[in-house]
């Protein structure tokens, strides 16, 4: 009994100590008492620069390639880049957990917006940072009031991508039912539906198991529809609202939507789903690898993703596809006026800088980002990386290579469209794409209506959009 | 005794305590504090009082999971029992082979959870595949798959413990029953059974909290699909807390309550069937 007491004398004892603790950190206000700790050892050392930063990275599949960069930059300058990569769909939880700890990261990633308000305490002002300076289009920028709080380093594009060499060999075919005679030519959801379906008719001749690849509906795997397929039509809805202003900042602004365009969205999808190689009831086992795996080997004519993805066809074991063959082609959905409509093009990968760290810290890194993006060396891994730099510390040979971002930068430069904006930077929260995902996944399987997922989808706006709210 | 006891008490249990205060105690206070509380990250946190616990029974999410982890932990906790209960019979009867079936039986409960869990998406889409199905197409294979997922992973352990209980009765009894005649079936029911009381204990509360804090297999193998009627409480908490931005006290606040839930009913089955326990 004795025992049993002491026990819980300690644990009492533990239960002040740690409500002490948690009331000291709350209350003060513009540093934790990690990050102070971490600035009195930096004194204590006197050193006048922070001799390691810590680089939480986003994207796993070029994890090594930023080792490397770590490396090259330590022989430089003698600062260690400590790089600890998420793995895929755990950024938010694993930032959750690291930037608690003492050795905080110093650079992490937002995704947007909507991304910044979640993480506004732990946002350095970047406004007096050189890569702000280099920035070409200070709009792509999160602001906040006067400061800058979030920083775009890639630019990229998606839509659908096709085989040309399939294309070509169903264009050739003397019994086509089509009028065009080339993937150019097709502008809008009508002519894309009559070759699509007459493509899927004559699949067999084709050499192809399916026109479009597998729908991906598996959970965690849903983000090329609920996110990039969704942005067409909430980029009509928003762009109607104020045509003069940003989509995103118009779609922030909503606390309801009427998903007008959704008739259109479902055009897409269903030709997504009637002409696949898979069966859609089927769809929720399949991934985005899956998808693309297809691609690469040829089984499938067109594919819905991003740039991003040549990595993916590229490495791929048995690939078939050639570079020359892979194009961009606008996801037309039956909207008046779309032969005018470009690729999506945007941003959700936006550098900041954590405030909570020392001053040195954040110069520190700040120096590293300034040195990765306007070196020759930082700049040749940058193009190594694939990504399309809004800097003006680019020139144009120093771009990527891939066919998919060149297919990017092609279609940003055509003055005769207009490119979509990344509208989904505005969609309420996670949680609202993983709904939207979800119901999309019951709609093909026949368990949901459409009109189903159309009120999921504007309940869950509202909901979700009162929640942050509060 | 009690004066060396005392003496060696810091010796030997202070060790254990550290470790336990550490890695048990302060995370469970800290929690429970957390949970009353609004935050992102656990050291920065502002009091709100009982809010989260409003929202948290306010959740659909969390209703629909408490009822589809109940269903399952009735399910299987039967399942699981019974089948263990009839494998450990027959393999001390000394059938050939027992001690291999034994080693047999219990392999699948030395692979991990998520491993499991894919591996079986894999076999159960293999499947399903030809009734144009998957696992995620109506939550009632997504149910069934977790049972038969959960069955083959505990009954292997489960037949362990049985097997040690039968091998406890005294073979005296059982033979004292048969000279006055009774027939098998009235053995079992009123000799083996009774002396079997501290392994069908053991072996239900076991299986009752494994259920209930099903986690890894459920992540792997449904991950919630489709559109969440698969998921399990301890899931529910876990994508409550991480993937909503502005809800980890909720999560926090379910994670409580889960953890009274499961605690009232494993006492309430110890002392249950702890009743029902005799002596040889």
């Not at chain 1, 297809?294 to 991003?308: P, R, S, T, Y």
């Not at chain 2, 009735?74 to 027959?90: E, K, P």
Request: aromatic share 14%; net charge neutral; proline share 3%.
């Amino acid at each position: 009994m004795k025992k049993v007491k002491s026990v819980f004398v300690s644990a009492l004892a533990m239960l002040m100590a740690i409500s002490a603790f948690t009331g000291c950190t709350s209350s003060s206000t513009n540093a934790s008492s990690a990050a102070s700790s971490a600035a009195a050892s930096q004194e204590s050392s006197a050193a006048s620069s922070a001799k390691e930063i810590y680089f939480l990275n986003f994207k796993p599949e070029i994890a090594d390639k930023y080792t490397a960069i770590a490396d090259e930059y330590k022989q430089k300058t003698g600062v260690t880049v400590k790089v600890v990569t998420a793995a895929s769909g755990t950024y938010e939880q694993t930032l959750k957990s690291e930037i608690a700890k003492a050795d905080a990261p110093t650079i992490f990633q937002i995704n947007g917006p909507v991304g910044y308000s979640n993480w506004k305490d732990y946002c350095a002002d970047l406004s007096n940072t050189k890569l702000y300076s280099y920035l070409s289009a200070k709009n792509l920028a999160i602001k906040d009031g006067d400061g800058v709080y979030g920083i775009p380093y890639a630019i990229e594009g998606y839509g659908i991508i096709y085989n040309d060499a399939i294309m070509k060999k169903y264009f050739a075919l003397s019994d086509k039912k089509t009028t065009v005679s080339s993937a150019e030519e097709i502008k809008n959801f009508d002519t894309l539906k009559t070759v699509v379906e007459d493509m899927q008719a004559k699949k067999d001749k084709l050499g192809i198991k399916g026109v479009f690849a597998a729908t991906s509906l598996k959970k965690g795997e849903d983000w090329r529809w609920q996110t990039h397929l969704a942005n067409i039509p909430f980029y009509y809805e928003f762009k109607e609202k104020d045509a003069n202003a940003n989509t995103i900042s118009t779609g922030l602004a909503q606390s309801e939507v009427e998903f007008k365009y959704a008739p259109n969205f479902k055009n897409i999808f269903d030709l997504y789903l009637n002409n696949s190689s898979t069966d859609k009831k089927l769809l929720g086992s399949k991934s985005v690898n899956d998808s693309m795996a297809e691609f690469a080997l040829g089984q499938v004519a067109m594919v819905q993703n991003g740039d991003w993805a040549w990595a993916t066809v590229s490495s791929q074991k048995g690939n078939v596809v050639k570079s020359e063959d892979v194009k961009f082609m606008p996801i037309y959905t039956g909207m008046s006026g779309e032969e005018k409509q470009g690729i999506c093009i945007g941003t959700e990968n936006y550098f900041a800088i954590n405030s909570k760290v020392s001053k040195e810290k954040q110069d520190a890194s700040a120096d590293f980002l300034d040195w990765l993006f306007s070196s020759t060396e930082g700049k040749k891994h940058i193009a190594e990386l694939g990504f399309i730099a809004p800097f003006n510390t680019f020139s144009d040979s120093e771009m990527p290579t891939d066919p998919l971002c060149k297919a990017v930068l092609t279609w940003q430069n055509k003055t005769d469209v207009t490119n979509v904006e990344w509208t989904f930077g505005s969609f309420p929260s996670q949680n609202f794409k993983d709904t939207f995902g979800a119901d999309l996944l019951q709609y093909a399987q026949g368990n949901e209506t459409w009109e189903d997922v159309v009120n999921s989808v504007k309940d869950t706006w509202k909901s979700e959009k009162a929640n942050s709210n509060s | 005794m009690e004066k060396s006891l005392k003496k060696y008490f810091p010796v030997f249990v202070l060790p254990t305590l550290i470790a336990f205060v550490i890695a048990f105690v302060i995370p469970f206070i800290m929690g429970i504090y957390l949970s009353f509380t609004k935050f992102t990250t656990v050291t920065d946190s502002k009091w709100v009082g009982i809010k989260n616990y409003v929202t948290a029974f306010s959740n659909k999410d969390f209703l629909h999971a408490l009822i589809f982890t109940t269903y399952f932990a009735v399910i299987s906790v039967v399942s699981i029992n019974i089948l263990a209960f009839l494998v450990a019979y027959f393999l001390t009867r000394g059938i050939k082979g027992s001690y291999f079936f034994r080693t047999l039986f219990f392999m699948p409960n030395l692979i991990g959870g998520i491993v499991l869990g894919y591996i079986w998406q894999v076999i159960f889409n293999g499947v399903l595949y030809r009734f144009d199905m998957t696992l995620t197409s109506n939550a009632q294979n997504g149910f069934w798959g977790l049972v038969i997922l959960m069955n083959w992973q505990m009954i292997g352990y489960m037949m362990v413990i049985y097997i040690a209980g039968f091998q406890n009765i005294p073979r005296d009894l059982i033979d004292a029953a048969k000279v006055d005649g009774v027939t098998p079936l009235t053995a079992m029911r009123h000799v083996t059974l009774p002396l079997m009381m501290p392994s069908i204990t053991i072996n239900l509360f076991l299986t009752l909290t494994n259920s209930f804090k099903l986690f890894d297999q459920n992540l792997a193998l449904t991950a919630g699909a489709p559109a969440k009627q698969t998921q399990m409480l301890a899931l529910d908490i876990y994508n409550t807390f991480y993937s909503r931005m502005g809800w980890e006290g909720v999560g926090q606040a379910k994670a409580v309550i889960f953890f009274i839930i499961v605690a009232a009913i494993s006492l309430t089955q110890l002392y249950l069937t702890r009743r029902k326990e005799v002596d040889a």
